[in-house]
């Protein structure tokens, strides 16, 4: 059994399908999904989460009809707009992850803002990612490492080293991801950071995704069993198993096959 994960990220999709349903314009989702930010960051907090990340635009949606992209960046600047104060009085840190420089300027300062004016905050650790895609995560913090020391060569890059440079590098890797909205691939979000994340999928739209909805996820997460590459027998008995290739290891011969 499982405590409470510390870290939850969530791709919230099926904004634009909870509207179709209800024969309204997919803006419409979009707007009550934003309101559902609210909600569930809400909800984080009252049950003690330390981090939540939430997927709000990839890098990928810019190839939406240009209507929905800017009612999209609409919605993200004046829910920064309204939303900062009351986070300041909840203790809650917002960061923001992705490439910022596409979005227009005056987004660009709410942005830097926000987290300014949330940085000394110590509660839940909110970070919102837009125009954000786990390739260019990966792919820029090799540039940066290679950059920060460009005498060293590639090959004496680890992933511990790499994960400094990533744009949650202040953060610990999620133990757990919620997808809303039905379908079950991770559409570019945290690729390396998900490595041993637990994956949760409900065919509930992000609009619908409500506190009950969280409370059924994290009873899920609850009864998972995690292994990070050991046996249940192993992890039954907390034996502190080598993470790494054992030296010297004697390979056994002749195991029947079939
Ligand atoms: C998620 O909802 C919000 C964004 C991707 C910005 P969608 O807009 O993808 O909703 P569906 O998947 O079309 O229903
Ligand atoms: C993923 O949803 C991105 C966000 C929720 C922000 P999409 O709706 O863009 O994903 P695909 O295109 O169906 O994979
Ligand atoms: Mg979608």
């Known amino acids: 059994m499982n405590t409470h994960p510390q870290h939850i990220a969530i791709i919230m999709d099926g904004n634009g399908r909870w509207a179709k349903k209800r024969l309204m314009p997919r803006t419409v989702g979009h707007a009550r999904g934003a309101a559902n930010v609210r909600q569930i960051v809400k909800a984080a907090h009252a049950v003690g989460l330390r981090y939540l990340t939430l997927f709000a635009f990839s890098s990928e949606n810019w190839r939406r009809p240009p209507d929905e992209v800017s009612a999209l960046m609409g919605l993200f600047l004046q829910y920064l707009e309204s939303e900062v104060a009351e986070m300041k009085a909840a203790g809650i840190r917002l960061r923001v992850i992705g490439d910022r420089s596409a979005f227009a300027p005056l987004l660009q300062s709410r942005i830097d803002q926000a987290e300014r004016d949330t940085a000394h905050n ?55 991801l919620i997808r809303t909205g039905g379908e079950s691939r991770i559409s570019n979000f945290l690729l390396w950071q998900t490595a041993y994340t637990e994956l949760y999928f409900t065919d509930l739209h992000w609009p619908d995704f409500d506190d009950a909805a969280l409370a059924k996820a994290l009873q899920w997460y609850g009864q998972r069993v995690r292994r990070f590459g050991r046996t249940d027998e192993q992890v039954q008995h907390s034996s502190a198993a080598e993470h790494s290739p054992t030296p010297n290891l004697v390979i056994q011969k002749g195991i029947k096959i079939g």
Do not use: F, M
């Open 122 to 176: 110590t509660g839940l650790n909110l970070t919102i990612a837009a125009n954000y895609g786990g390739q260019w995560d990966v792919l820029t913090a090799v540039r940066a490492w290679q950059a920060a020391q460009p005498d060293r060569s590639l090959q004496e890059l680890d992933p511990a080293a790499l994960a400094k440079h990533l744009s949650t590098a202040d953060l610990p890797d999620p133990e757990l």
